[in-house]
């Protein structure tokens, strides 16, 4: 009788570190998972935000992953009606919504609307994906072939 044996798919280790609010006072962790081994994805650290009180933010970390160009959001300041990018601004201007976000108000869902997401999708699926070509993945089949 052979034997099977099973190893996990994903290995991530975790760590964390604290978040703290504008006052300084602690309110909850942020976490960085550090893929070991992947089978499905390309090994990208990841960091996410479980706040005390608030839970996780699913709109942290996808600041990485936007432009002025393609997506139309960056850091910058508008005068005079005229949008200037600007790296050390502490506002976002976002051209969906023709006005700057603070920073407290960022990762919404007022400036991450489902066409942001859908444009941010588009732009990372190389990021994270194995394959060159895209491929639909049916889970039902997979599970089916573990038995």
């Known amino acids: 009788m052979a034997q099977v044996l099973n190893t996990p798919s994903i290995v991530l ?6 978040l703290k609010e504008s006052s300084g ?5 942020i976490v960085t998972a550090k893929p070991n081994k992947n089978r ?5 650290n990841i960091k996410f935000h479980l706040h005390f009180t608030e839970g996780m933010n ?3 970390g996808l600041e990485q992953y936007i432009d002025w160009e393609e997506i139309g959001i960056t850091k910058g300041v508008i005068e005079k009606g005229v949008k200037i990018p600007k790296k050390t601004a502490r506002n ?5 919504l023709d006005t700057t976000i603070p920073n407290s108000e960022f990762f919404s ?5 489902q066409e942001i997401l859908e444009m941010i999708e588009e732009r990372i699926k190389h990021v994270f994906n194995y394959n060159t070509e895209e491929r639909e993945i049916d889970l039902e089949e997979i599970l089916q072939d573990e038995d």
């Open 13 to 18: 280790f975790l760590g964390k570190a604290q």
């Open 25 to 29: 006072e602690k309110a909850g962790i």
């Open 40 to 44: 499905f994805a390309k090994p990208t």
């Open 58 to 60: 699913r709109y942290v």
């Open 92 to 96: 976002w201007i976002c051209k969906h």
């Open 109 to 113: 869902e007022k400036v991450f609307t």
